[in-house]
């Protein structure tokens, strides 16, 4: 192409998409972007998958981001288009997943007018993206588009919003190509200051309780990171805890990981938290799920804290030790500076701690009970323990979605990720009717891969209408539902919080799931008793079709272990099974603690 | 070797003068004001104007409060701004020269009028628009100043005034960009 030769704006963003190696973008048409539309369809380099709703075109977005590693792309109309891409790009701001969102917007000289299907995109996302534009000129689209994807990728990665007025899509302008030079202002640090690592290892040196804590963040700095992290975990011998985010960062089945953290987090990984003396953070960012009662959050260590956001640093939690930067680069060099500083770790020290964990670990706090009669109950855990053992015969590579709420929760604490990338569940936002358009990203990104949402009866109903997405790109994901006819996790703060007092938390009126998948020509399953689980979960398996698999879970279980909110990490309810008196004193929920979430 | 930071912190809070060179381009303000309401920090004043039409860079003056957490993170906040190039705390970084400019509107007649003008000299105020029952005063100076003059000018006949807000900038050789 001449310098000279122009393009339409429309043909801009196709050929600025297809220089960023985008295969595949999610989207729903309107009037405002009729002519990228127009576009799409004299080309083949960029495949489209029609949602059914302009949020799911997020959703999978995020889904095929996180799953690859690479940018998910959305294009929406104008107006509800960009609207009801909000929810989306907030989660995908929360999660820190790099998404590029194409949205229409009225002509240029009808922005202010109140035209029809206009909203004001950027003012309405500016908080709920990482960075927006509006192009106003269509020889600045390409490098906007180009910056777009920068922006999105680079440093933590986030949501980025490219507002096109239909007459920049028309108009016709010059190309301009990936730039040369590197970006004006952002420039985030990756590399990080030797100092900063030399105090880092000096503080781990001399811990003699010491915990990794490893966070998202690992996950998109690519599977690298998570080598890295495995490989420092080795040499050190310190245990591992990970957080929701951070599942697949380091093995599930190595010795040294004690689980997930948190508020549903395991007892040893809380404990140890709780009582280390030198924690390493690396790519999490003390969330208020991750931390309990701030004033009592591991309240004798010494913290080290990197992350490639320095606001995230001294947000919640003052650490000792900062350290900005990308994961597998603060990784490659604490391995290097452990490696070249000749102080001699506590290993005496550090064998005690590994016996005081295996003493907590001993609790066995994930246990549940359930009876084994072919008529029984089945129990939400069993379910997701069942599951994961069967799709574990297969050997096949799987990828786990969730919804939100009980069943996020079990399956975060019952499956064992072995690898990063594998594991899509929204994270920070807590978005309900995010699995199944996640699902849905991860399938289109994985053709030959097993993905499951596992999903509640009340969060699949949010998004329920991309089922029919499923069908007409012939996506196999199958559907797991632990339907226990409430929204499970409200009822459980109903119950221990409020009285009992089950306000509004009955899911009423449910469609019959199986009938449900078929008409939107799938396959529906049930398992009322423990005898049909298996037998369901293997046929779900063997269809090559999306699957809805219906599993009517015990109503009543709780999700343990649970801090509280408010309560600190050493005042952690265990379930109904544990019988050995809790070491703390079983926290009443302090008034301080009601008003959090 | 380090101690452990006590979990429970400093919670005195202090005044920070903040500048914030950002790139002059539509909704960079927006940015930053939304960043002050959404996340609940103070904003005790703010100004801004473009300070190089070459390279189309505009600078954020802006006087915040807060612990020396919220500081920090206020600062980290701003950094993180896609259009930010950079933040400075002059409040920290060594000693500046803060200023505001005011227009003060004193309306009356008489000794009033006289004493108003008396005191405008005192305090080098300049008189920018005056009518046979009004004056405007144009005045320059730290925040306290233009708190001391204002006082005096309301039993005077004070009308309105108009302030900048504080624009601050380090003393001695280098800039925040430098």
């Not at chain 1, 690298?224 to 591992?240: D, K, M």
């Amino acid at each position: 192409m001449t310098a000279t030769e122009t393009l339409s704006g429309a043909e801009i963003v196709l050929r600025a998409l297809k220089d960023q190696g985008v295969d595949v973008i999610f989207g729903y048409p309107g009037g405002a972007v009729l002519p990228i539309y127009d576009a799409l369809f004299q080309q083949n380099a960029i495949r489209h998958i029609l949602v059914r709703h302009e949020q799911a075109a997020v959703h999978a977005a995020e889904g095929y981001a996180r799953s690859t590693g690479k940018v998910g792309v959305v294009l929406v109309t104008s107006g509800p288009g960009a609207t009801n891409a909000v929810t989306g790009l907030v989660d995908a701001l929360m999660d820190s997943i790099p998404v590029v969102c194409l949205t229409g917007q009225v002509p240029t000289h009808l922005i202010g007018n109140d035209a029809f299907q206009e909203a004001d995109t950027t003012g309405i996302t500016r908080p709920a993206t990482k960075h927006n534009y509006l192009v106003k000129d269509v020889n600045a689209l390409g490098r906007i588009l180009h910056e777009a994807f920068y922006v999105a990728r680079s440093g933590r990665p986030g949501p980025v919003v490219v507002d096109l007025p239909k007459d920049v899509l028309i108009g016709r302008g010059v190309y301009q190509g990936m730039p040369a030079t590197p970006h004006r202002s952002y420039r985030p640090v990756v590399d990080p200051d030797p100092q900063a690592i030399a105090q880092a290892v000096r503080i781990l040196k001399n811990a003699k309780r010491p915990i990794v804590y490893a966070g998202g963040g690992v996950i998109n700095s690519g599977p690298e990171a998570s080598r890295l992290l495995t490989e420092f975990v080795h040499l050190t011998g310190f245990p591992c805890t990970n957080t929701l985010m951070g599942l697949g960062a380091f093995p599930a089945s190595d010795p040294q990981f004690l689980g997930m953290l948190g508020m549903h987090g395991t007892y040893e990984a809380n404990l140890a938290m709780h009582g280390c003396d030198a924690m390493l953070n690396i790519g999490a960012r003390f969330d208020d799920r991750v931390t309990g009662r701030l004033r009592d959050f591991s309240p004798n260590s010494l913290k080290i804290h990197a992350d490639i956001d320095p606001s995230s640093i001294n947000k919640n939690v003052r650490v000792d030790c900062a350290i900005v930067g990308d994961a597998t680069r603060v990784l490659a060099a604490l391995i290097a500076a452990w490696k070249a500083d000749p102080t001699k770790p506590d290993t005496g020290a550090l064998a005690a701690w590994w016996k005081q964990i295996d003493l907590w670990r001993s609790r066995d706090c994930l246990r549940y009970r359930q009876d084994a009669s072919p008529k029984a109950v089945i129990k939400p855990q069993h379910a997701i323990k069942r599951l994961y053992e069967i799709v574990r015969e297969t050997g096949r590579d799987v990828f786990i979605t969730t919804e939100v709420g009980q069943h996020q929760m079990w399956a975060a604490q019952f499956w064992k990720f072995e690898r990063p990338n594998r594991w899509l569940t929204s994270g920070g936002l807590g978005t309900m009717g995010y699995g199944l358009p996640a699902a849905m990203g991860a399938q289109i990104a994985h053709p030959e891969a097993l993905v499951i949402d596992i999903a509640g009866e009340a969060s699949i109903l949010m998004n329920i209408q991309e089922m029919s997405t499923l069908a007409q790109y012939r996506l196999p994901v199958k559907v797991f539902i632990l339907n226990n006819e409430y929204m499970g996790m409200v009822r459980q703060w109903q119950e221990l919080l409020h009285g009992g007092r089950y306000s509004e938390s009955y899911s009423a009126a449910l469609p019959d799931f199986v009938k449900l998948a078929e008409s939107f020509h799938g396959v529906g399953l049930r398992a009322k008793t423990l005898a049909d689980l298996d037998d369901v979960i293997r046929e779900m398996l063997a269809v090559d079709r999306a699957v809805i698999a219906d599993i009517c879970v015990d109503k009543h279980e709780n999700c343990f272990p649970m801090i509280p909110s408010g309560a600190a990490h050493n005042e952690m309810i265990l379930g109904p099974e544990d019988e050995a008196p809790s070491g703390a004193a079983q926290p009443g929920v302090t008034e301080e603690g009601m008003v959090l979430v | 070797m380090l101690k452990a930071l006590s979990p429970s912190q400093d919670t005195s809070t202090r005044q920070a003068v903040i500048a914030v060179l950002v790139e002059n381009e539509a909704g960079v303000l927006a940015r930053v004001i939304g960043l002050f309401s959404g996340r609940g920090y103070n904003i005790d004043s703010l100004t801004v104007a473009p300070v190089d039409d070459e390279k189309q860079l505009s600078r954020i003056t802006i006087v915040t409060s807060g612990t020396a957490m919220v500081i920090e993170q206020i600062k980290a906040q701003l950094d993180r701004l896609v259009p930010v190039h950079k933040v400075a705390d002059l409040t920290v970084e060594g000693p500046h020269i803060a200023r505001e400019l005011a227009l003060i509107k004193v309306a009356g007649a008489g000794e009033k009028r006289v004493e108003a003008l008396r005191i405008a000299d005192a305090f080098r105020a300049r008189v920018v628009d005056a009518t046979t029952e009004s004056f405007v005063f144009e005045m320059t100076g730290a925040t306290d100043k233009i708190d001391a003059f204002v006082a005096l000018m309301r039993p005077l006949g004070l009308v309105e005034v108009s302030r900048t807000g504080i624009v601050a900038i380090a003393r001695g050789p280098k800039g925040i960009d430098g």
